[in-house]
């Protein structure tokens, strides 16, 4: 797929045209004299402006059509308005048989803000990923022809730099698929191993280091949450060492760390049949590191980067752990396992514990942690829970930027009790109330107190019940373009 930025028209398949409502009135977005009197001709006769469709040859049929599509302002945020624009587009293709498409924006006077760069690599972002369906398991999809060429129309900005924006965007959604394709991957297919086979390859290919520890060197560092979930499974646990570190760039590392539970029954402590097949994607918080360290490897992002992901999956069998069960993790804090099915903190603390070694500048770690982050803040939004007011203020902008949105929630001590055990030194489970802050609580024992570190809880956004604009049905492949834009502000 070839996406260009261009001030000179080109012939194509499908041509779209924006247009935008202003005070009750549609303002064409292309400069085209002969597109503008057929847009009056239809704004007079057709009811539906949005996807209204015309063949200049009038037969309707396989020659060059036009499609018109509204640009739908979001409030305040011009980059999100191209993004969903950019899925319009892939949405209103997704039907035809067509193998180059052009979007018309050559006339952008109307819009009450200067254009910029960002906005076409914002379009470019919102059709990759819009386009993206999961149909790995469905035959007859992958027959369908696929566009080839998309031209951007623009003679406001510079070529060279917008098409430079489009380049790292693209690469960045690309990652972001990634991602989704590791999240809607089923369990039966993804197994640890295999999750650490596709974050190899990945490495391989775009030139990142990765290291693959077993169950042996697992055991040998003691990690003592990751092996007790995996008691019950059949599947050997992995723990996956990313490095992301370009010549010339010094100074300590940023750690991301990633949840990747491949699947969750819960263990003994099962969850309801309802809805559990959508525990495949558990693995949300390893998908986005994962994706990540893809992104800024394509990107040759000169930062420090290390990416740590303990997967297993969690599962009931007659060596599972127990609820009752005290465990010792691998910084020696004791663990009264009160509820098998809160086991992401539990590989989590052994993740943040390794991470020490780094002496990172930074950690944060992403996971689909709790059902309560869900209940307080749904997926349009991840749970932010950090003591670093400088860090928190950087990701809610990263957040807004690229609309993959993070929301504080307070890690006050006074919340620390709940999770107090009567034989531990801590307990995995803290009652019904501030569910997600208490897992935060709980991981916060494992940091050094004065680390900066975050953990974002993306329990919500990570899966998603249905399409969402430019996400699909499923694995959203959240937190990618989130912590790629929070490491850029880390270049130096
Ligand atoms: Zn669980």
């Given at each position: 797929m070839n996406i260009k930025f261009t001030s000179k028209h080109k012939p194509a398949d499908t041509h779209f045209i924006f247009f935008f409502k202003q005070k009750e009135e549609f303002q064409l977005l292309s400069s085209s004299p002969d597109l503008f009197s057929l847009f009056s001709h239809i704004n007079k006769t057709e009811?539906?402006?949005?996807?209204f469709r015309f063949y200049p040859d009038g037969k309707g049929k396989t020659a060059e059509r036009i499609i018109f599509l509204e640009l739908k302002p979001v409030k305040g945020n011009w980059n999100e308005t191209f993004r969903r624009a950019g899925n319009a587009l892939a949405k209103a293709g997704r039907s035809l048989s067509h193998l180059s498409a052009s979007a018309d924006?050559?006339?952008?006077?109307?819009?009450d803000a200067k254009p910029e760069a960002s906005w076409f690599a914002s379009f470019a972002e919102g059709f990759v990923l819009g386009s993206y369906q999961y149909t790995t398991y469905k035959k007859d999809e992958n027959k369908k022809k696929k566009l080839r060429e998309l031209i951007i129309l623009c003679n406001e900005l510079s070529g060279k730099t917008v098409n430079a924006a489009i380049e790292e965007s693209v690469a960045i959604s690309f990652s972001q698929i990634f991602a989704r394709e590791l999240v809607n991957a089923p369990g039966n297919e993804l197994t640890p191993a295999e999750l650490a086979s596709r974050a190899s390859k990945s490495a391989k290919e775009f030139e990142y280091k990765c290291t693959v520890l077993n169950k042996k060197q697992i055991k040998d560092l003691k990690m003592g949450g990751l092996l007790a979930v995996n008691k019950g499974s059949v599947n050997e646990p992995v723990f996956i060492i990313l490095e992301h570190k370009p010549k010339g760039v010094k100074g300590k590392p940023v750690v991301l760390v990633g949840k990747g539970i491949t699947f969750d029954t819960g263990g003994i402590s099962i969850k309801p049949s309802a809805g559990m097949g959508d525990m495949k994607g558990d693995m949300g918080g390893a998908a986005a590191v994962i994706g990540t360290m893809e992104a800024i490897a394509r990107i040759n992002l000169p930062v420090h980067v290390i990416g740590l992901v303990p997967s297993t999956d969690n599962m009931p069998s007659g060596s599972a752990q127990c609820p009752g069960d005290i465990i010792t993790s691998m910084a020696g804090i004791t663990i009264e396992v009160d509820n098998t099915d809160a086991e992401g903190r539990l590989i989590l603390c052994d993740a943040l514990e390794y991470a020490k070694r780094y002496k990172p500048e930074v950690i944060i770690d992403l996971a689909t942690l709790t059902g309560a982050c869900v209940v307080a803040l749904g997926d349009k939004a991840a749970g932010l829970m950090t003591t670093d007011d400088e860090l928190s203020q950087t990701l809610i902008l990263a957040g807004t930027k690229t609309y993959e949105r993070v929301w504080p929630l307070p890690l006050f001590d006074e919340y620390a009790p709940q999770i107090k055990s009567d034989v531990a030194d801590v307990k995995n489970v803290g009652g019904r109330y501030a569910g997600a802050i208490t897992a935060g609580k709980f991981l916060q024992k494992f940091v050094d107190a004065d680390q900066s570190w975050a953990h974002i809880d993306i329990a919500g956004p990570a899966f998603l019940d249905s399409q969402d604009q430019y996400l699909s049905k499923g694995g959203s492949g959240f937190g990618v373009r989130l912590l790629t834009d929070y490491l850029r502000t880390k270049v130096k």
């Open positions: 009811d539906s402006l949005d996807g924006f050559s006339n952008l006077t109307q819009l």
